[in-house]
C-alpha cells in the first residue's frame, strides 16, 4: 500500500473507505506538534484547527505531560469537539520526559482513540511520544516495556495502536538496522533532534544524513519514518535551559530535505511551544501565564507567516512534489522574511542568564523564503537593510530561499517585477539593535511579503 502512486483506483477506494468510521489516513500525512496547555476558552481550540486545517495540515500531535490536571483534560476535550466540528484530526504523543509510565496515559488514550476526531493509519489508531526510548518500565529491556504495558495491555481491549515513538533517546546515534531489530514494538519512528543541526556541530546547516538512515532502515525493517521539519530551537528559560539552534534558513532547508528524501510523514514543530521559540501559530497566554520567562522572548515575535510558506509546501509534498522548483503559491506569490532583532554580537551585560549556548553558530542575516509560480521570469527581491538597498536578488519558480547580511535598523524586501513594478513588500516592525540591557532574545521576527 506503501508505495502505491495515487490513481483514481486508489482515490476511488478512499472515497469508499471515507464512508466508514476509522477511515485510514493516506502516507504523507502532515502534522504539527501541539502542546497542551491551559486554554481561554473553546474559540482558541477552533481557531487552532480551523487555521491547521486551512494549511492542509492532517492532524495535531497532541503533546501531554499531564494526565488528569482539569486545565490538561478540559484542554483535550476541547480539541477534540473542534476537530470534530471541523473535519480535523488529532493523536496523542505522550511526553515521556515527564510521564512516568504508558500505564499512567493508557486511560486518557482508550478514552479518546475510538473519536471520530482521532486520526487513524490503517485502521490504527496512531500514537507517538516524544522519548521513552531507553525507559524499560521494570521489564527486561524498553522493546518489552513497551510490548507489555502499551501493546499487550490495549491488545486485551482489542485496541492495536499505530506506534511511532520519537526514541530519539534510545542511546543509539541513529536509527540503524539495530534498533529496529531491537525494537519490533514500534510501527515507525519520528526523530526530534534531527530537526536542527546540533549547538556543539558549530555553524553548520542542517543535515539529513540522520533521517536518511532512519527511513531506509524503517522501510528495510517494514516500518514508516515519521521526519521532523522546524525552524529554529532558542530557549531562555534557566541556566540548564538556554540555547540556540540554527536558524537562518534551517526552515526552507529543511522542506527541501523533505521534498528530497520522500518521508512517510512529516512533524512540523511546532504548532505553539512558545518556549523553545519553534512556533507556527498562535501560543494562547494562558498557556504560559505561569512563565514569565517565555513570555519575555515570545510576546511581540509573531510567527504565522511561516504558514505562508509552509501551507504551498505541504500541497506540493502530497501531490507528489520532489523539489523546491516544484513548491508553487497559491496565488501570484507568498513569502515571508525573518531575522533577529539583536546582533549575535550583542553583550546581553543586563539578562542574568546571558547569551544562550550556539550563539556563535548564529549568522546576523536577513532570512527570506519566496514562492514563485513557475511562469515567473524576471523577478527580483530587493533588500534593504538599516534603510537603504543592500542587495537585488534574482529567482526561479518555486521556492527560493536566500539571505543578505543584517545592519542594525528597519528592514525592508521588495518583489519587483520585471518591468520594476513592486509586486509585494515587507517591513520590520522592531528594529535590529547591536545591543541590550534587557533579554537576550535570539527569537525572530517574521515578516509576511504580502
Ligand atoms: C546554508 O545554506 C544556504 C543555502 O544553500 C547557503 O547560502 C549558506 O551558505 C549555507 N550556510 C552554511 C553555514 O553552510
Redesign the pocket.
Known amino acids: 500500500m506503501r508505495f502505491w502512486s495515487p490513481t483514481s483506483a486508489v482515490a476511488l477506494l478512499g472515497t469508499l473507505s471515507s464512508l466508514f468510521r476509522g477511515v485510514d489516513a493516506d502516507l504523507k500525512g502532515v502534522f504539527a506538534h501541539y502542546l497542551v496547555g491551559s486554554m481561554g476558552g473553546s474559540d482558541e481550540a477552533v481557531k487552532d484547527v480551523q487555521d491547521a486545517k486551512k494549511m492542509s495540515i492532517d492532524a495535531f500531535a497532541l503533546n501531554v505531560q499531564d494526565v488528569s490536571s482539569s486545565w490538561a483534560t478540559n484542554a483535550i476535550q476541547l480539541l477534540f469537539d473542534a476537530a470534530a466540528a471541523n473535519d480535523f484530526k488529532l493523536f496523542f504523543s505522550f511526553d515521556m520526559s515527564v510521564l512516568d509510565q504508558p500505564s499512567t496515559f493508557l486511560p486518557l488514550f482508550k478514552q479518546y482513540q475510538g473519536n471520530s476526531a482521532y486520526y487513524r493509519h490503517e485502521g490504527r489508531p496512531f500514537l507517538s511520544t516524544f522519548d521513552g526510548g531507553s525507559k524499560s518500565f521494570g521489564a527486561s529491556s524498553p522493546n518489552a516495556g513497551w510490548q507489555s504495558q502499551l501493546k499487550d495491555a490495549l491488545a486485551a481491549d482489542g485496541i492495536n495502536p499505530f506506534f511511532v515513538p520519537d526514541f530519539d533517546d534510545y542511546g543509539g546515534a541513529t536509527y540503524d538496522a539495530n534498533f529496529f531489530n531491537n525494537y519490533p514494538v514500534v510501527d515507525g519512528v519520528m526523530s526530534w533532534e534531527s530537526a536542527w543541526p546540533e549547538v556543539s556541530e558549530g ?3 542542517v543535515s539529513s544524513a540522520k533521517d536518511q538512515t532512519a527511513l531506509v532502515n524503517a522501510h528495510a525493517a517494514g516500518k514508516v519514518y515519521m521526519m521532523p521539519l522546524s525552524s529554529v530551537q532558542f530557549k531562555h528559560i534557566d541556566p540548564g535551559q538556554n540555547w540556540y539552534r540554527r536558524g ?2 534551517n526552515l526552507p ?1 529543511r522542506i527541501g530535505q523533505v521534498l528530497a528524501l520522500q518521508p512517510d510523514f512529516v512533524e512540523i514543530i511546532t504548532w505553539n511551544d512558545a518556549g523553545e521559540s519553534h512556533y507556527i501559530g498562535n501560543c494562547w497566554p494562558e498557556a504560559i501565564a505561569g512563565a514569565p520567562a517565555i513570555q519575555a522572548y515570545s510576546n511581540g515575535y509573531d510567527h504565522m507567516h511561516w504558514q505562508d510558506v509552509l501551507a504551498p509546501f505541504i500541497v506540493a509534498y502530497k501531490n507528489g512534489a520532489t523539489s523546491l522548483a516544484q513548491v508553487t503559491p497559491f496565488g501570484a506569490f507568498a513569502g515571508a522574511f525573518w531575522y533577529r532583532p539583536l546582533l549575535k554580537s550583542a553583550s546581553c551585560s543586563g539578562d542574568g542568564l546571558g547569551k544562550p549556548s550556539g550563539w556563535e553558530n548564529a ?1 546576523d542575516l536577513i532570512n527570506i523564503a519566496m514562492l514563485l509560480p513557475a511562469t515567473s521570469s524576471g523577478v527580483t527581491l530587493r533588500v534593504y537593510s538599516g534603510g537603504s538597498v543592500v542587495a537585488t536578488l534574482p529567482t526561479n519558480p518555486g521556492l527560493n ?3 543578505v547580511p543584517i545592519k542594525t535598523g528597519p528592514q525592508r524586501v521588495e518583489l519587483v517585477a520585471a518591468d520594476g513594478t513592486i509586486m509585494g513588500a515587507g517591513s520590520s516592525t522592531q528594529d535590529v539593535v547591536a545591543d541590550t540591557s534587557g533579554v537576550c532574545n535570539f527569537n525572530y521576527q517574521v515578516v509576511h511579503i504580502a
Open positions: 555553524l553548520v546547516n537562518e534558513l532547508l549568522e530561499m536566500a539571505t
